[in-house]
């Protein structure tokens, strides 16, 4: 078991609606990445997150945006929701630096019709 | 910017065959690399990992891959599969000093048959 744990582990959104995603870090892991897998497709980074900053992003417009708590959980927003955001969220902890070590939740599965 | 591609999408195999699984990468300056696995309803895991030194590395359940620079490459091998190692492959690089902010390849899909 990683410790990760994401919820919600389903959900459907109509288009224009907004949502959000969350995420419990692995216990010590002070760094926070999403990504996002569409059907068929390897998970592409969307931002990350190291003590409550954002700490790089992947090409994903404002409309995607984040937030970490103190306690290293984060959240996912995506507002104005569009049918190509139909994918699963994943959620991935970390050590800081370049161990190259995820430890990913199972993710969010999010329908957009 | 860096890129990893896997050209096959589904490799059929039949258990205790050796497998090859294809990765090539992109990048103009240097990178880590990773093949991380899903199982069927799990997470993604680490299978394993170049960071340095040698260019041979191997998992805990037998797999290995090898990075070679001049090809660019990062192919991942077991030489007797078994039908637990049914599951997807992917292939990541991130780059070196980047901080675990992983590019990942489609997924090859391993199923192996009795």
């Known amino acids: 078991e990683t410790g990760v744990t994401q919820s919600p582990t389903h959900l459907i959104k109509t288009r224009g609606q907004q949502v959000t995603l969350r995420c419990s870090s692995q216990?010590?892991?002070?760094?926070v990445s999403w990504y996002q897998q569409a059907l068929g497709q390897g998970p592409q980074f969307i931002f990350q997150y190291y003590r409550e900053e954002e700490n790089g992003r992947g090409n994903f417009p404002p409309r995607f945006s984040g937030l970490q708590f103190p306690n290293y959980s984060s959240e996912l927003n995506v507002n104005a929701l569009e049918l190509d955001d139909s994918a699963l969220y994943l959620c991935?902890?970390?050590?800081?630096?370049?161990?190259?070590?995820?430890?990913f939740g199972e993710g969010s599965r999010l329908t957009v019709l | 910017a860096q890129s990893v591609t896997q050209l096959d999408s589904q490799v059929p195999v039949f258990e205790e065959a050796p497998v090859e699984l294809r990765c090539n990468y992109s990048?103009?300056?240097?990178?880590?690399l990773f093949w991380y696995v899903q199982y069927p309803n799990q997470g993604l895991q680490l299978l394993l990992k170049y960071l340095s030194g040698s260019t041979l590395v191997e998992s805990i359940n037998g797999f290995e891959a090898e990075f070679n620079k001049s090809q660019t490459s990062f192919h991942l091998r077991k030489p007797s599969v078994h039908i637990s190692d049914t599951a997807e492959y992917f292939c990541?690089?991130?780059?070196?000093?980047?901080?675990?902010?992983?590019?990942f390849g489609t997924g090859t899909q391993l199923k192996v048959e009795l």
């Open positions: 991935a902890s970390s050590l800081s630096g370049d161990t190259g070590e995820l430890f």
């Open positions: 216990s010590g892991h002070n760094t």
């Open positions: 990541a690089v991130s780059l070196t000093g980047g901080g675990n902010k992983l590019t």
């Open positions: 990048s103009s300056v240097s990178v880590y």
